[in-house]
């Protein structure tokens, strides 16, 4: 039983690293593009498509790159101003009066 886990989980690594490998080795470059919502996203694929911002590139990281220099508006949104609030002053809260609880004198125990 343990050989037979043994061989499986073997070959489920050597399945896993020669897919690995065969994905890692396709060369095609990677382009930026546009959709219809306007979102710049970062792509691989053999050859340009209409609506190719910039490329091809080498590397994923250079396609990224290009992405933050051309989609910089949608991509990098300038910050907005916050509307300011003014600041209340410091005021110290009204000091509550004293309250002091009533004491009732104690009942005698009724002795019989």
Do not use: Y
Request: aromatic letters at 6%; charged letters at 30%; glycine letters at 4%.
């Amino acid at each position: 039983m343990k050989t037979k886990l043994i061989i499986v989980g073997m070959l489920v690594a050597i399945f896993s690293f020669t897919a690995m490998f065969a994905f890692a080795a396709s060369n095609d470059p990677w382009f930026v593009i546009k959709d219809k919502a306007g979102v710049c996203k970062v792509i691989q694929a053999k050859d340009k498509t209409p609506a190719t911002i910039s490329g091809p590139h080498k590397t994923k990281s250079e396609a990224r790159k290009a992405r933050g220099k051309a989609c910089e508006g949608l991509f990098n949104p300038k910050p907005r101003k916050l509307k300011s609030v003014p600041k209340t002053p410091d005021v110290k809260p009204a000091a509550k009066p004293e309250v002091k609880p009533e004491v009732k004198p104690e009942a005698k125990p009724v002795v019989k």
